[in-house]
């Protein structure tokens, strides 16, 4: 098993950044890849990004294609979010998740989940 901590989230305002991190104890970390998704009010969870379990492939929405850039620090068990260009839209519950296997986009996919950290995006 692996147990994980979000945190770094915040208000800043539309146009500002953003890092999340995840941090990871438990099972080795390098056995999994690992996911960010976010949930806003009102509406379903949803990817938004994935990073295989070395590192070296990395997965986005489409919606954060190019402000977004997941990273994974094996040494240091941890997992990061860059978030540039904020928009209001980017408000949402971010969550840390990982599985055994390949990173993929789908929430029920996942086995292990962090307790989310919430970022707020005003305009």
């Known amino acids: 098993q692996v147990q994980l901590v979000e945190s770094g989230g915040g208000l800043v305002q539309a146009g500002g950044s953003l890092r999340l991190s995840c941090a990871a104890s438990?099972?080795?970390?390098?056995?999994?890849?690992m996911g960010w998704f976010r949930q806003a009010p009102g509406k379903e969870r949803e990817f938004v990004a994935a990073?295989?379990?070395?590192?070296?492939?990395?997965y986005y929405a489409d919606s954060v294609k190019g402000r977004f850039t997941i990273s994974k620090d094996n040494a240091r068990n941890t997992m990061y979010l860059q978030m540039n260009s904020l928009k209001p839209e980017d408000t949402a519950t971010y969550y840390c998740?990982?599985?055994?296997?390949?990173?993929?986009?789908?929430?029920?996919?996942?086995?292990?989940w962090g307790q989310g950290t919430q970022v707020t995006v005003s305009s």
């Open positions: 998740a990982a599985r055994n296997g390949i990173p993929l986009a789908v929430v029920a996919e996942y086995d292990y």
């Open positions: 438990g099972r080795s970390f390098t056995s999994y890849a």
């Open positions: 990073i295989s379990r070395s590192g070296g492939s990395t």
